[in-house]
Each structure stands twice: as C-alpha cells, then as structure tokens.
C-alpha cells in the first residue's frame, strides 16, 4: 500500500470545476481526495507556488518502434513525455511495421510498461498495412488495448472505406483520427500561398486539408460514428469542425503548438526545421486555431511529435521528411503563447490536455476525481527558460523552437501513483 | 540619382555606393536596387573584356571558382567557367552524376569536402529550390546562386536586365511581359523580383494553371489573353515550358493549344509596338512558345543576351570574390 500528498498547490482540475489551494491525497494508484485534509503519507512533495492538475495527455505521437528506434523508441519518448509534463501520449501506427494488428498493439502497451515512465497508449492502424485498401482487425486491436484508429501519416482516401471504419469503430464506441488530406491535391512541400510562390517551393493548398475533412464530416454525420480530426491547420477547416459540432456530428479535432505559434514566413530561410504536415500556413490561419480553440471547436492540444534523424532531415527542403517534436515544448507553448495572453484561462488549457483528450481516447482519467487514475502533472506557470534541444529526452533534435525563451516548465509527475522528476528523470 | 541612372545607364554611380554589401548572390528577392545597379554598373565595364579572347583581366588570378552543377546545364555552366577565366581564375567542374552525390552523400556534406580544398566561391545550380540558401549556411565559401528548382536564376535575371538596358536604356516606366510556365520558372522570379525594384511595370501571361495568383501581392499584373497584352509591352521575355517540372496530370491540354494561346509568331509580331524587345533565356522549343522567324527576327536579341551573360557573370563572380565595385579598374 503506497501513498502519496501533494501538498499546498493551487488544484485546478476542470473535469470537477476545481480551482484553488488543496492538498491531493492519492492511494494504490488512484486518487483518494482533494481538500484541505492533510492525511499521513508515506511520500509527500510541497507544491506551494505551483500549478497541480490532472496527468497532462498528448494523443498524437509517434514514437518510432518498432522501426526507426534510432529516431526514437518508446522508451525515449515516454521519458521525452515525463521531461515535458506527461502523464500520457498515444501512439501513432506508422512504424515499420505499421501497428495493425493486436499483438502489435501489445507491443507496444507492454513497451511502455517496461519504460515505467508516461502510459503509452496505443492507436491502431484503421486499415491493413496503413495501405489504405481494407480494414485492419479493429475488433482485435480493440481487445489488445488500442485507444483510437487511425491510419494517420496517410489519410483514409477511399470515401468508402471511410464509412466502413466509422461504422465498425462505432461498434466498439471508438474513435477514428484522420489525417486529413487529400492525396491528389498533397504534391507539395509546404503551404501554397505568397511565400511558396516565392520560394519556388510546390505547395500544398488549405483545400487539400479542408476537402477531405468536409467529406469525413459527412461521413460522421451518416454513420454515427466518432470523427477525429488531427491536426487540423486551416481557417477553413476549424470553420467546417465548428459547423459540424452546430449539426450535431459527432467530431472532434486537435492544434498542435506549432500550428498556433508559426506561419509559413519561418520558410524562407529554407530549413527543413520548419517543415512538418500539415504544413505551417499563414497569419489568419493560427489567429482561427487560437480562436478555435477559445470557442471549444479544436477540443486538444497535442503535438504530433515526429522525431528525425539528422542525416535524414538536414537535406535541401524538398528532399527533407516532414515532421517536429514537441513532447518537451507544447506545455511552455501553450503558457506562453494561449494563457501568457489571455487566450485561454490556465483551466481551459489544461482541459485541452486533459479531460478533452482522454474523453476523445475513452481513458478513466484526465481528472483528479476521487477514484481516477492517479496522474498528475506539477508545474511552474511562470518559471522563464531557454528552449535548448540539446537538452532534450527524445533522442532527436528537429525541434523548430530551439532557442527561444518560453514560460512555464514541469517538475513533477505522477504516474499511476509513482512520483516522477520532469527535469532529471533516468533517461 | 536615379534619374540620372536612367538618363545614362553607363554613369558612374555615386561614390557613396563604395561597398558591395555581401558574397553571396542566393537571388534578387534579397538585393536592394542599388546593389542591382552596381552590379549592372560592374558588367558594363567588362563588357568590353567579356567576348574576346585575347586579353585576360587579372582580378581574380590565384582564385578557385567551382562550378558545382547538380542539373544538366551547358550555358550557364559555360559562361560562369569563361567568365571566371576571364578574370584569370582557376576553375574546376563538380560534376554531379560522377560525384559522391550519386553514392548518398549529402549535398552539405559534398560542398564541405569541395570547400577543404581551398575554395573561394561556389558556383551552384541545384534541382532544389533553397539548395544554395542551404549551403551558403554552412559553408565559407561565396555561394553563387545558378538557378535553383523554381526559385531564383539571378544572374539570368541581371543579364535580361542587362540586356533591356541595353537596348532601351532605362528600366524604369518600361512595359515588360513575362510570358509561359511562370509557376516553375526561377528566371520569371529574379526577372520580376530586378525589374519591380528598377521599377519598371511587369506583366506575366500564360495559362492560369501555370500562373501562381499570389504574384498580385508583389504587384505584378496577370493576363491571360496574350493577344490583348501583346500590343501594350516594350519587352516581351518567352519562357519555355518546363515540363520535367510538372508532377501529375498535364498542366494544360495540349502544346498545341499552348501555342495557338501563348505562342509568339510572326502574326502576332505585327500588332506588337515596333520596337518591341523580344527575349528568351533559352534553350528554345521553336515552335511552340516562340517560332524560329521570331526568334531569329530582328527585334530578337537572344543572342545578345547569351553575349552579356559574360560580362554580369564577371561582375557576379568580382562581387563574390568581396573586392569593392570597380576595384582594380574596368577593362579600360
């Protein structure tokens, strides 16, 4: 029997509408109260002056592994989650190979067991292969653990096959992610605007997103089923997401920090740094996400962490894969960038990384609720720091903040009951 | 000043223009109309020096040049070799298919080791847009830009400007049509990027699939009705259409079509002004954006424009080097 008080924090928990000093008492993994009691403990941590609130959640990440473990493992990355204030991440299927099956999807719950850093949570592959031609065994990878479907990296193109995997998640009350897209309209490299035209660069147009989120909209609507957009980049698309909520649809959709923080001007140095998909795109677009997220159409924050081997992305900007990590940056992003400005108050951010994600992944937790997991996340909302990705967890580096002067930094977790150092945890 | 400028493109410019104001020439987007104008200024005082053979200018003697080529080229890359031993430079190719470029290293890593051999300026031509951007941050070398994707060609550009100064002796107040496959055409950038500066009046027309909208923003004016356009310009620039730059389906229908729409031809010529300049960077398609009478027609100076090549290429390769303008006298 373990226990743990965090004491003297400001709780803010958003799933129970709490916000003020209180001691969390946690007990066996779970959390047993909130309040001013100060019951016995056998470890207690004084978090006076700091934020504590539910284990924050990134359900966008790609970990790497099986595959490309030099880029990441899943070990690496859950430490990368715990350094930037995760409790939780879900991970993306397109390893190599894709994870589409439910001894895949055991793989990697069972990885992350063994890493004892954030929960890693699997998404399962929507279709065999990732290959887009037929459904993957759903009901399996249910069975082994998997949180989410999605084919993401490539979307689900066929419009059909899109309503079949609606209905089947249906089935098994289970989301399907898409990463909107449309292939024929994906030939470029970067955003298709002023600066791509400058730059001599192919790009790819706002619509390419928008088209195939409008299609899956409708999708959802006939099916019933649970649409999630990830990423989405575009003022059209949060308009689309916005008006499908107003119908009804059950939809739900994400930003990732760089998506609210840049624009597609970083191009013009032609570093590959600042090239991800959906690509960075223009002023009005990352003005539409901060106001999406504001109004409740973009439900979560999460950050599509996509490590890369140097040799593979220090190459001329066409030739480079698209992808950033930001495991260790979307919580100071998100302080300095949404709540440093008032866009977001300190709870509605934090609801964006908690109870949004894990209502969207179906997970028991997100809250501090007596009865939930016992994940916390304690951080300082106003400690300044210096982005050095030298520093960093992940085993990669291609990080576009690197440098920058941020506001707000974690230093503790709680996982499932286990007290963790967010700044010099085992790597 | 600048009026001055165009009453005599030849003038010397003020002596406050006493320093170039970096190496590297990556595109046009970046140079302030001043420096154009200095390295115009330079070109002409090579002029003279740029199409014999006798004489050598010893400016740049003991300096290597490397041509690094990593898209087929034969003028280009045979004018900036000349143009270098014209000013007495060693040159040396890199050849791209023979290189270890083809083996898997990087393009970075390729111009570090061309650089340990003692390099000074690196002259690059790159199928990738930003490929010389990308090496002028991590090389010391002066890094001239050769044309690169669908970026910039700037010493094309110069030498079309050269060129109209040339023949018209000014820029400013000029009608200038830019007319084919804008969309991939890194000579339409750095044409439209040192005309807009010198202020001349830049018109592209082409079929609307090939005509990328955002160029309003820069104040270029769009047409696509070529026959209407035709008869209003002082200069019209044809572009080939880069075909092994288009991915999927065709960009539009048929070379046929294209050349009805957007082809310059002797019946067109006769509704043009008759002092119309007619340009083309080469290498030609006769027959479909221009027809050989046309090309070879007395208002072309396409050959004019291969000549001048030389003598800015000179003035490119001085400024790279990081002497002064004019240091070292002209030709004379």
């Given at each position: 029997m373990s226990t743990l008080l965090i004491r003297n924090g400001r709780v803010i928990d958003p799933a129970s509408g709490l916000d003020g000093p209180a001691n969390v008492f946690v007990r066996d993994g779970k959390i047993e109260s909130v309040g001013k009691a100060t019951p016995k403990a056998a470890e207690a941590f004084d978090a006076k002056g700091l934020v504590v609130c539910p284990g924050l959640i990134d359900m966008h990440v790609h970990l790497r592994e099986p595959g490309k473990e030099e880029e990441e493992t899943i070990a690496s990355g859950a430490a990368a989650a715990v350094a930037g204030g995760f409790t939780s991440v879900a991970a993306m299927p397109n390893t190599e190979p894709a994870c589409d099956s439910e001894a895949q999807v055991e793989f990697t719950l069972l990885q992350g067991r063994r890493a004892g850093m954030a929960h890693v949570y699997p998404i399962g592959a929507v279709t065999r292969g990732r290959k887009g031609a037929e459904l993957a065994e759903i009901g399996q990878m249910h069975r082994g653990g998997a949180v989410a479907f999605s084919d993401d990296g490539t979307p689900v193109h066929n419009a059909a096959l899109m309503r079949l995997a609606l209905e089947y998640a249906r089935m098994f009350d289970r989301a399907v992610i898409q990463h909107s897209e449309d292939p024929n309209l994906f030939c470029g490299c970067m955003h298709e605007g002023r600066v791509s035209m400058e730059l001599g660069l192919e790009g790819i147009p706002a619509v390419c997103e928008e088209s195939m989120i409008g299609r899956d909209i409708m999708l959802a609507r006939m099916t019933g089923g649970h649409l999630h957009a990830a990423h989405i980049s575009t003022r059209g698309s949060a308009e689309l997401i916005r008006r499908g909520k107003a119908d009804g649809v059950r939809v739900t959709a994400e930003v990732t920090p760089h998506h609210f923080t840049l624009t597609d001007d970083r191009i013009r140095s032609y570093d590959?740094?600042?090239?991800?998909?959906p690509p960075l795109r223009e002023g009005p677009d990352v003005q539409a996400m901060i106001d999406g997220l504001r109004d409740g159409t973009i439900d979560a924050i999460a950050c599509d962490h996509a490590p890369h081997a140097p040799e593979e992305k220090e190459v001329e900007f066409a030739e480079a894969p698209f992808g950033v990590i930001g495991l260790e940056t979307t919580l100071a992003l998100v302080m300095t960038y949404l709540v440093g400005p008032g866009h977001l108050t300190l709870a509605q951010a934090i609801e964006k990384m908690t109870i949004n994600p894990a209502k969207i992944l179906r997970l028991p937790k997100g809250t501090l609720a007596?009865?939930?997991?016992a994940d916390v996340t304690i951080f300082d909302p106003k400690k300044k720091w210096k982005v050095d990705?030298?520093?960093?967890?992940?085993?990669?580096?291609?990080?576009?903040?690197?440098g920058w002067e941020l506001r707000g930094k974690a230093v503790k977790v709680v996982v499932g009951g286990r007290l963790l150092d967010c700044t010099t945890a085992p790597a | 000043m600048p009026k001055e400028a165009r009453a005599k493109p030849g003038a010397s410019p003020p002596s406050s223009a006493s320093a170039f104001s970096g190496r590297h020439l990556l595109g046009l987007q970046e140079l302030p109309a001043e420096e154009i104008r200095l390295l115009l200024e330079q070109a002409r005082r090579y002029a003279p020096l740029s199409t014999q053979n006798r004489t050598k200018h010893p400016v740049l003697k003991g300096r290597l040049v490397v041509t690094m080529f990593v898209e087929s080229s034969t003028r280009t890359k045979n004018s900036f070799n000349l143009a270098a031993r014209r000013l007495s430079a060693d040159t040396m190719d890199f050849a791209a298919g023979s290189s270890s470029l083809s083996k898997g290293e990087t393009l970075i890593d390729t111009a570090k080791t061309i650089e340990a051999m003692g390099i000074e300026i690196l002259v690059v031509r790159h199928p990738a847009s930003g490929a010389p951007d990308m090496l002028a941050r991590h090389v010391k070398a002066a890094v001239v830009n050769a044309g690169d994707g669908s970026h910039e060609h700037p010493t094309q550009g110069l030498l079309d400007i050269y060129t109209i100064l040339e023949e018209k002796?000014?820029?400013?107040g000029l009608r200038v049509g830019i007319v084919g496959d804008i969309l991939h055409s890194r000579v339409a950038r750095s044409n439209i990027w040192g005309l807009l500066k010198l202020g001349a009046e830049v018109w592209v027309c082409g079929p609307a699939t090939l005509i990328p909208e955002p160029l309003r923003d820069l104040g270029v004016k769009i047409s696509h009705d070529f026959d209407a356009l035709l008869p209003n310009l002082d200069v019209v620039n044809m572009l080939r259409i880069q075909l092994e730059r288009i991915k999927g389906p065709p960009m539009f229908p048929s070379i046929r079509e294209y050349a009805r729409l957007f082809g310059l031809n002797a019946a067109r010529m006769r509704r043009a002004k008759k002092d119309l300049l007619v340009m083309h960077p080469g290498p030609l398609n006769r027959g479909v954006e221009i027809t050989p009478d046309v090309a070879d027609?007395?208002?072309?100076v396409i050959l004019d424009q291969v000549a001048n090549g030389l003598a800015v290429r000179m003035a490119v390769l001085h400024r790279a080097a990081g002497l002064a303008p004019f240091a070292e006298g002209g030709a004379e």
């Open positions: 590959p740094v600042f090239k991800m998909n007596p009865g939930a997991d990705i030298h520093k960093f967890r992940s085993r990669s580096r291609n990080c576009p903040f690197h | 002796k000014r820029i400013e027609g007395e208002r072309s």
